[in-house]
Structure formats: C-alpha cells, structure tokens
DNA sequence: GTAGGGTTAG
C-alpha cells in the first residue's frame, strides 16, 4: 500500500495497537486519520488549517491530537509526544498542557523537564492546573531555580493569591530547604487553612525547628487526620520515637498512614520488634505501604530471609507487590544470590506493566550483577530512558567485580560524556575495577583526577581502593608512601588491604606493625586475628600462632565461619566452612576434587600459608581447594 | 495544595 506523506494517527478506539507513523519525512505537518478496519488501513485527511472540524471522521483535529497525545503517554511514548508536538504548526496550549501534566504524572521526571522547557520556549504559558502540577516536580528534582521560576510565573500571571498555589510554592520552598521562604510565604497569607498549616508543620519540623512545629500544631483550631500524621513524622525523622508514639496515641482520627508512620519511625530507630508488633496489630487495614514499610526495614536489617516470608504472607493477603516492593526484592535477591527469584520479579515487572525507573531500574542491574548475570544486567542498563547516579555506579562496580576493568572504565567515560556526575560510590566501583583487572596507571589517574576534574574528594575508602589496587600489584613502597600521606586516619579497611598485599608478597615485618594497629582499631573482628595468626604460621611461629588464638579467647572474640550458598530450582543450599551435613556432601567433594585436579594440571598453585599450623602439607592443600 | 514505603561499595 503507497502511503501518502505526512503524520499519521491511529487512534487507541479504532486499533488495538496505538501507533504514530511517521513516513518519508518529518516536516510535514499534514494530519491523517487512520481507521482500521478488515485489517485494512483507511487514509483521512483531516483539516489542518485550525482546531474546527475535521475531515470525514467527525473528530476535531484538536480532539484528535488531545487524544493521540494521552495515547502516546499511556504507552509510555513520550519522547513521540514531545517530537510530535515541536513539529506541528500553530499547537494549542491546551495540548502543552496537557503534555505537562501527562508527563509529571507518569513519572518520568526528565521527560517534564524537556516538556516543561520545550512548552515555554513555544511561548506557551501554563495555567494555573499546571503550575499545582509542577511545583512538586521541581521540589522532588530539587530544581530550585525552576521553582523560582514558577513562583515568578505565577505572579505574573496573577495566580499569586490563590490559596492552593501558595500552598503549593510554601511546600515547595520547605521541601528543597528554604525555610525562610516557606515561612515568608507563610506570614504574607491572608487566610490559612488547615492545609496550609499543615504544610507549614511539615516544613518546620523537616528543617528541625520541632518546638514550633509542636506550638503550630497545638494552637490549631481545626485539625484533620493529616495535621496529627505530620506531627508523628516531624518527630519520627528527628529519631524521637516516644514523642511520636503520644501524638500517635492522642490522634482521635487514626488511619492507615498514622501507622505506618510510627512503624516507619520504631524501624528507623532500630526498634524492629516494637515495629512488628504494631504490624501485626493492624489487621487488614494493612496496604501496600504497610507491607513495603515492613519489607525493607528487614532489607536495611539485613534480615533478607524474613523480608522474603513476609512478602510471601503479604501475597497471601492478596495485597498487590508494587514497584517499591520490587526494589526490597531485588535487594534481598542480590543479597542471598537468588538469581531464580530475581528473574521472576523481573517478569513479574513486565507482565503487569510496572514502571522501570531508576529505583527499580538499579536494584535490577545490582541483583543481576550480583548473581552472575552481567549480560542481563547490561541489557537492562541499556534499555533504561533514564539513569541516575546510582545506575551508572552499579554497572561499573558490576563490570569491575567480573574482571571486566577496561569496560567498567569505559562506560565511567561514557557517563562523562553524557553529563552525569560521578559521585563517591562510582569511584569506590571504579577504583575496585581497575584493581581486581591489574589497571594500576588507570587507577593512579583516575584517584588523581577524583577532586581535580570531577571534584568529588577521596575519602578514607577511596584510599582503601588504592591501598588495595597497589598491594595486589606488589608496589609496597608506593602504597606505604601513600598511607603516611592520607590526609585522615586509615581505617580497618585501609590496614586489612595493606595486610592482605604483606601476604601475597610474603613480608612480614610490615605485616606485624600493620596487625597491631587493625586489632586496635577493630578488636571485636575475629577474621583479623585469624589472619595475624596466619602470618605467624606462614613463618612458622607457633607460639604467636597460639598467642594469637588465646587473646581471641580472652576477649571473647569469635571468627565468623565462612559460609556460601547457592539456590538450585528454588532451594537454598548453605556450606559453612567445616561442615559436611550437606546430603550431597560426598558427590559435591568429588566434582571438586575432579576442579582442582584440572587447575594444577593448569598450573595453579593453591595458598597453603593462610591455613591453621595444626594439619600436615598434604591436609593444608586440601582444606584450601575446599 | 498538606500526612506513609525505594536504590549504589568493601
């Protein structure tokens, strides 16, 4: 079929696919209707000349493009929309609008940004709808200046005296820290309503003025549910739970979002029992923030096992996992290497549609990178509209931690060129990329550029890379240099690399000076004696060896014994060091035996000095391959 | 227009 030149709409009620066609060209500005019908396409050329009726369809092109427009949003077409709106002739305002508002609340917050700016630069104004809209963007972008900007607009357009835009802009200016503007804005009202005192609470408590939040909030003469939930926040984030919990218990108009406030606060002042206690009290006024509350106070606990039962029991009350949920998930995946469980929420992400923004879109690349799927996590990375931050710094920590430096330091490039700023976190990934593939002269320079070209200083774990990138490369003096000249004091981590290079470069008079400083600074950590007696025994110094071990007894000091799991087909299968109860053990003792045999034949020499004095040559090998 | 849940390193 010869289809004409110009734009073509299918619209969402005529196909069961809505799609844009954009044929030969993209200056033209001609609009087509295209019905479907017989699984035949029928072409109508609609009138372009203004926003009256169209041609034959009885549509209006402006009712027409409105709807294209939503389509386009609903399929997450956006970049469509936006392309499709700076090439028509003569858009109504309406449909910029529109787009602003579709675009902010769809999520996508960079979207709204090229809405936003592309919409003023057609010298269309927003309308009062749109700027309510669009002050909470900016706030939760921290787009300071475009929020001025708005509040400028606003004023010249003479909305400055509607109640919900002052609101708005004082919730706005408290949100991004600028108290004294929210308070201006505040005092310069003349009515306040509850809502306007309630922002206003918010806005004192978050910037830690709680005793005026707390004389707002008693001198109110009407209060609603949120006024009472504001205040058990404000003293939540200041970490006093007590306080919380009397205002929590003196609200006469308790709901939902009251309890998972206080939850929220006991699980953020490490009270997780108390936290659960009140969980489990609820009953089903639980929703889904309660549960996703609950999930990842267990996350940042570390209690992955526990998060994953109470996502089960959460599926059992039939409440619906959302993208927050997905994110804990993830965690706990990339936490237990549970790439089986992984690969499930990810389809379960895609089957019901869920939005894959940056949250969700990093906790995909950091479970993938973490259970050994790089290629899976590379592709989500790629197929990502937007990347923060912590995008980028997950997939260079990913690419480093397979050996893959050279890639890792290219996409850091990449990120460079793109504009992003890389933060500490991407340069502790980088740094440990470049040691664990040997790039010594890439990290040097790549440490020395830290403050200089991107001006993010080196902390303390930035050294620690270093000392460690240095160690491995058998450049002692180098490193040592290094430590005497850290502008702060090393930490565990700084002298545990340092101890880690005396080994492999077998010297153990730095070794010993080293130890003693580690056992200072971190004397409740039973792996650095361990290796401080490894040492001795490297050198065969028993009696160090078994002072060693006595002052782990005096002090009560135990090795947490070294533990791996696997999940096969859904199953988790745990090996403590020393343990033989797996049901498999003999078997899995064979295949192993059967992988070491092949790496001598390769050439690889297992380390036998890390091993205890008290077994012969022939055991030490042995209990290092397993 | 105001109140509740999320991610990165060793």
């Known amino acids: 079929m010869d289809l004409p030149v110009g734009w073509f709409v299918v619209l969402p009620a005529l196909s069961t ?22 699984s035949d396409l029928e072409f109508k050329r609609l009138d372009t000349a203004g926003a009256g009726a169209g041609a034959g369809a009885g549509v209006s092109r402006l009712s027409l493009l409105t709807n294209f427009l939503s389509s386009c949003f609903r399929s997450r077409n956006h970049g469509y929309a936006l392309l499709f709106l700076q090439n028509i002739q003569n858009p109504d305002p309406s449909l910029w609008n529109n787009a602003v ?36 963007v900016c706030a939760a972008l921290c787009e300071i200046k475009l929020g001025e900007l708005v509040h400028c607009q606003i004023v ?30 505040f005092d310069k009202m003349p009515e306040r309503d509850v809502v306007a005192h309630n922002a206003m609470i918010s806005a004192l408590g978050k910037n830690g003025y709680i005793v005026e939040a707390r004389k707002l909030f008693d001198g109110m003469g009407d209060k ?126 895609k089957r019901q549609n869920l939005k894959i923004d940056v949250y969700l879109g990093n906790a995909l690349i950091d479970m993938y990178c973490k259970c050994g799927s790089i290629e899976s996590a590379l592709d989500v990375f790629h197929g990502l509209p937007t990347k923060n ?77 270093m000392v460690d990138l240095l160690g491995r490369a058998g450049f002692l003096e180098e490193l040592l240099e290094l430590i005497r000249t850290m502008p702060m004091a090393p930490n565990a ?22 130890t003693q400083r580690l056992l200072e600074l971190d004397p409740r950590d039973g792996g650095n004696y361990v290796f401080l007696s490894n040492i001795y025994a490297s050198a065969n110094r028993w009696n160090d060896v078994e002072l060693c071990r006595n002052l782990m007894i005096e002090r009560g000091v135990h090795k947490t014994p070294g533990c791996s799991s696997i999940e096969v087909d859904n199953v988790f299968h745990e090996f403590m060091a020393g343990d033989t109860s797996h049901p498999q053990f003999t078997q899995i003792n064979t295949f192993l035996d059967e992988i070491a045999k092949k790496l001598k034949g390769l050439g690889h020499e297992p380390d036998k000095a890390s091993v205890f004095h008290d077994i012969d040559e022939e055991e030490k090998e042995s209990s290092v391959v397993r």
């Not at 696919?17 to 017989?38: E, K, M, W």
């Not at 549910?225 to 939540?236: A, F, G, K, L």
């Open 389 to 465: 931050v912590f995008c980028w710094s997950s997939i260079i920590a990913g690419l480093g931690m397979y050996g893959y430096g050279k890639e890792a330091i290219d996409v850091f490039l990449k990120m460079k060129d793109q504009g992003m700023k890389p933060d500490h976190v991407t340069f502790i990934g980088l740094l440990c990329g470049c040691s664990h593939s040997g790039l010594v002269s890439e990290g040097r320079k790549y440490f020395s550029e830290m403050l200089e070209v991107y001006g993010v200083h080196p902390g303390v774990e930035h050294y620690g890379c």
């Open 224 to 349: 609603n549910s949120s006024s009472w939930n504001s205040m058990i926040t404000c003293y939540c984030k200041l970490g006093d739970v007590n306080s919380a919990r009397m205002i929590f218990d003196c609200s006469p108009m308790k709901n939902v979002v009251s309890w998972n406030a206080m939850i929220d606060g006991y699980c953020k002042s490490d009270q997780l029992t108390i936290a659960r206690e009140l969980f489990d009290c609820m009953g089903s006024i639980k929703n889904t923030v309660t549960w996703n509350t609950m999930i990842s106070a267990y996350i940042q606990y570390k209690e992955f096992g526990r998060a994953l039962s109470t996502f089960r029991q959460m599926q059992a009350e039939h409440v619906k996992p959302v993208e927050v949920t997905m994110v804990s998930l993830l965690s706990a995946c990339a936490h237990l290497g549970a790439l089986d469980m992984g690969n499930w929420i990810h389809a379960y992400v």
């Open 17 to 38: 696919i809505p799609v844009l066609v954009r044929a030969y060209g993209v200056s033209q500005s001609d609009l087509y209707l295209v019905t479907v019908s017989n």
């Open 101 to 136: 508002r579709a675009s902010v609340e769809s999520g996508l917050s960079l979207d709204f940004m090229g809405f936003y700016k592309s919409m003023l630069g057609d010298n269309v104004l927003p309308d009062k709808a749109t700027f309510s809209k669009i002050l909470p």
């Open 156 to 185: 010249k357009m003479g909305f400055e005296n509607y109640l919900f835009l002052q609101t708005g802009l004082l919730d706005f200016y408290a949100k991004v820290e600028d108290l004294s503007s929210a308070r201006k804005l």
């Open 493 to 514: 981590a700084v002298w545990g690399s340092l101890l880690r290079a005396c080994r492999t470069h077998k010297d153990t008079r730095v070794s010993e000076q080293v």
